[in-house]
């Protein structure tokens, strides 16, 4: 039972992301599906987009009237040589010159792990650093914010050397020293961060990383739960409100620290692209006005 004072609760923004119905929809279906269902934000994952292609996605979400509060993914930085890290430099600037034909609030980066058969944790996240530095100028020109991810550390390996929010924060420090958009008087700076509840909510160090990124580097905020037991280190993420994480709270601080953007949900897992794809989005509706 939900109690009257929660259900009168006026929706708040609430944005799709593409993976929560990866295996039900194509873009276009999403689009509409998001019209159809009252939600007024998507943030479309590159493969979807370059199935419906990014003039066409642009336009589609246009004429919808949704805002596009991410584009995921860039980054991907490290390489075991410099063709295959010139290679990704190459790739983010394609996903940059995409999220700008958007209108996209910003591109995450998810910035990659240890190369192929690499231990080299610090040479790592040099190459992350570097890549990202690479790429910050044309960022800039074209006017999208990129949006450092910190993964859970159990993704450290594969997928993102980024694992803490301060992390993300002493290289937005290092890269974007005078948080750009400071001086300009407003706006989210060059280089900011992506909060997602799934990745950053067991962090003693949490709730002062927020305080320090403040409004300019909060650009965008992430939701789903952490299952207990969590049955895959992937795609095993759950329903908010069917997990341990105090979403309420954190969507609270994030608002609290000067974040004044969407929530986007993000779930990636088989069980819930094994229901049908309506479904989905009216539960995570209901849930994102109960639990967050
Ligand atoms: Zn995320």
């Known amino acids: 039972m939900v109690p009257d004072a929660l259900q009168r609760r006026p929706l708040g923004p609430l944005s799709l992301n593409t993976a929560t119905v990866r295996e039900q929809w194509s873009l276009a279906q999403m689009i509409e599906a998001c019209a159809r269902h ?44 410099a063709e295959g890290r010139r290679a990704a430099i190459d790739d983010n600037r394609r996903a940059i010159d995409d999220a700008a034909t958007l ?18 944790l610090a040479g790592a996240r040099a190459m992350v650093r570097d890549g990202i530095a690479a790429v910050l100028d044309h960022a800039r ?35 974007d020293p005078v948080r ?6 407003g706006g989210p700076a060059a280089l900011g961060v992506a909060v997602d509840a799934y990745h950053v909510w067991w962090d003693p ?38 997990g341990v994480i105090e979403l309420r709270a954190l969507g609270q601080k994030m608002r609290d620290n000067g974040y004044q953007g969407f929530d986007e949900v993000e779930i990636l897992s088989r069980r819930w692209w094994s229901v049908d794809g309506d479904t989905v989005l009216q539960t995570l509706c209901e849930r994102h006005r109960q639990h967050c």
């Open 38 to 81: 009252g939600i007024s934000g998507i943030a479309p994952w590159r493969d979807k987009l370059d199935e419906l292609g990014v003039e066409r996605a642009a336009a589609m979400i246009r004429s919808h009237g949704l805002t596009v509060t991410g584009l995921c993914r860039g980054g991907m930085f490290p390489a075991a040589d």
């Open 103 to 120: 209108g996209a609030r910003c591109l995450i980066l998810v910035v990659g792990g240890l190369p192929v058969a690499s231990r080299d």
């Open 141 to 175: 020109a074209v006017g999208v914010p990129l949006a450092i991810e910190p993964l859970h550390p159990m993704y450290c390996a594969d997928r993102c050397c980024i694992n803490t929010l301060d992390q993300a924060l002493d290289l937005c420090d290092e890269l």
């Open 180 to 185: 750009s958009a400071d001086q300009a008087g």
């Open 205 to 242: 160090g949490l709730d002062a990383a927020l305080r320090r990124a403040g409004p300019r580097r909060l650009l965008a905020y992430h939701v789903c739960d952490w299952l207990v037991p969590t049955t895959d280190l992937l795609l095993d993420r759950g329903m908010m409100g069917d």
